[in-house]
């Protein structure tokens, strides 16, 4: 079965870096775009970053912008989101989510349109 499994998170100052890993087994994963989720406590999941299939297209939220990184390794069938500069604002659970690329409709960044979800791991960022 699909299974993506996400890790790195961890508590972190005001200002630090962190790096989330999301392994995924079960599909092809050069055929998915994959993007990177969070929720805060009582806030609605937003999107973070995505990226396609190639690695050619990504999109950051305004509010990661300059800050996070994603990136893919499709040999390791593994998307990553480098986290710099933190913010309190950004402690959440985030989440990689993973789109089939051959959709109608195709490379989205709206939650709904991804099809596989991991777990999620926790990132708090203490002031």
């Known amino acids: 079965q699909v299974q993506l499994v996400e890790s790195g998170g961890g508590l972190v100052q005001a200002g630090g870096s962190l790096r989330l890993s999301c392994a995924t087994s079960?599909?092809?994963?050069?055929?998915?775009?994959m993007g990177w989720f969070r929720q805060a406590p009582g806030k609605e999941r937003e999107v973070v970053a995505t990226i396609d299939k190639t690695g050619s297209r990504i999109t950051y939220t305004d509010s990661v912008k300059d800050r996070f990184t994603i990136s893919r390794d499709n040999t390791l069938n593994t998307v990553y989101l480098q986290m710099n500069s933190l913010k309190p604002e950004d402690t959440a659970t985030y989440s990689c989510a993973a789109q089939f690329s051959f959709r109608s409709g195709g490379y989205a960044v709206t939650s709904s349109t991804y099809d596989y979800w991991g777990q999620g791991t926790t990132v708090t960022v203490s002031s």
């Open positions: 079960g599909l092809t994963f050069g055929n998915y775009n």
